[in-house]
């Protein structure tokens, strides 16, 4: 049977989890900036094999609308360009056989607007996964009071220190909303 603190503990980490996917998403949401993390969910087949581009590529940004892919192996630049055509990056590469550069053309204010809407949608998720996390640990915390006999002081004041977590990562959760919002609205 799992401990009070093993609780708190098990709540928190999943509630780190949570954060952490949400910073993972913001990052491959593209803003007007060139940021290589666009590329870390396209997959290129090489050699038969899924590998992710930063693992057969330098991945390099000479200025901030622009992202210059050189693949270590040259022969696989035509792969790597089908995958970021075929990707829902939005950008067609431009290859000179040697490397491909991805402009990155500046947002229009509604695309700006829409990116900030899926934005919430991924904050609202990290926050409901969170809740979750508070909601499994209150519940284990109620299951050892019927259980072991855990006063019920000790379970209100757990629950208590449980949701003051909560709080916490969804005041971050909402922190990282508003810096990914502002990042998306500068021109």
């Known amino acids: 049977m799992a401990t009070v603190e093993e609780a708190k503990t098990k709540a928190k980490e999943r509630m780190e989890k949570a954060l952490d996917a949400l910073h993972s998403n913001f990052a491959s949401v593209r803003t007007g900036r060139a940021n290589p993390m666009v590329l870390d969910r396209i997959l290129v087949d090489y050699y038969g094999t899924k590998t992710p581009i930063n693992q057969m590529a330098a991945v390099k940004t000479p200025d901030a609308h622009l992202l210059v892919i050189e693949p270590y192996d040259k022969s696989s630049i035509k792969n790597i360009e089908t995958a970021i055509l075929e990707s829902d990056l939005g950008i067609v590469p431009n290859s000179d056989g040697q490397v491909l550069r991805l402009p990155f053309p500046t947002q229009t204010e509604e695309?700006?607007?829409?990116?900030?809407?899926?934005?919430?949608?991924?904050?609202?998720?990290?926050?409901?996964?969170?809740?979750?996390?508070?909601?499994?640990?209150?519940?284990?915390?109620?299951?050892?009071?019927?259980?072991?006999?855990?006063?019920e002081d000790d379970v209100k004041?757990?629950?208590?220190?449980?949701?003051?977590?909560?709080?916490?990562?969804?005041?971050q959760i909402d922190k990282s909303l508003s810096a990914k919002e502002a990042e998306l609205m500068e021109i």
């Open 111 to 151: 695309r700006r607007k829409e990116l900030a809407k899926q934005c919430k949608g991924l904050a609202e998720e990290a926050k409901v996964a969170v809740r979750n996390a508070r909601r499994d640990a209150n519940n284990e915390l109620d299951k050892m009071k019927k259980d072991e006999g855990l006063p």
């Open 157 to 171: 004041r757990e629950q208590n220190n449980v949701q003051k977590l909560t709080d916490d990562f969804i005041a």
